[in-house]
């Protein structure tokens, strides 16, 4: 980061007892703060473009822009996973995941790193449409049973609420409800 007074760049090295003074004499005056991508050693755009030409943007390219196959299979050349060896297809779908960020400077450490379970989920077999059926079968089959068990609990509790209230409530009330089923 820097400070730009006008079109004078402030100098950033200053002591706290400089800052104060430098603090006083802009005050109601506009300053940039200029926060430099790559530090301070690149301050002008020449040296950005060259410093991104060669450290940051693939050397190969497709038309869009886009990290090419070559520099992904370069990149997957270095990968490795603790010991295990992933297959092809991994390889290149992890190097590729990790190119869609042109700056090669964190390729490298990236690339050392297992891929994620996304990438390994994207190589297994889709599920066919039997196994969804099933699936989609067991799931209501469980929904059912939930529903059977909540009953039972429910009449459960039903039976011992009655028990504990007075029988002559119970006389009281099957007329009613006897009633009430001959009229449906």
């Known amino acids: 980061m820097q400070f730009k007074e006008n079109r004078h760049l402030v100098d ?110 994207l190589l297994q077999a889709a599920n066919s449409r039997m196994e969804e059926h099933i699936s989609t079968s067991l799931r209501s089959a469980h929904l059912a049973l939930d529903c059977v068990i909540a009953s039972i609990a429910e009449n459960n509790q039903l039976r011992e609420d009655w028990r504990h209230m007075d029988k002559d409530w119970m006389l009281k009330l099957l007329p009613w409800l006897l009633a009430k089923s001959l009229l449906n």
């Open 12 to 121: 950033s090295t200053k002591m706290t007892a400089g800052w104060d003074p430098w603090l006083q004499a802009i005050r109601g005056k506009t300053v940039r703060l200029l926060i430099y991508e790559y530090g301070l050693a690149i301050a002008k755009g020449q040296d950005l473009k060259e410093f991104t030409r060669i450290c940051i943007v693939p050397p190969e390219t497709d038309r869009a822009g886009a990290t090419a196959r070559l520099a992904c299979k370069k990149s997957s050349r270095s990968f490795s996973i603790s010991g295990r060896k992933p297959s092809k297809a991994q390889q290149l779908m992890w190097t590729n995941h990790l190119t869609r960020n042109l700056n090669r400077s964190t390729w490298e450490s990236a690339i050392s790193q297992p891929p994620p379970d996304h990438i390994a989920g």
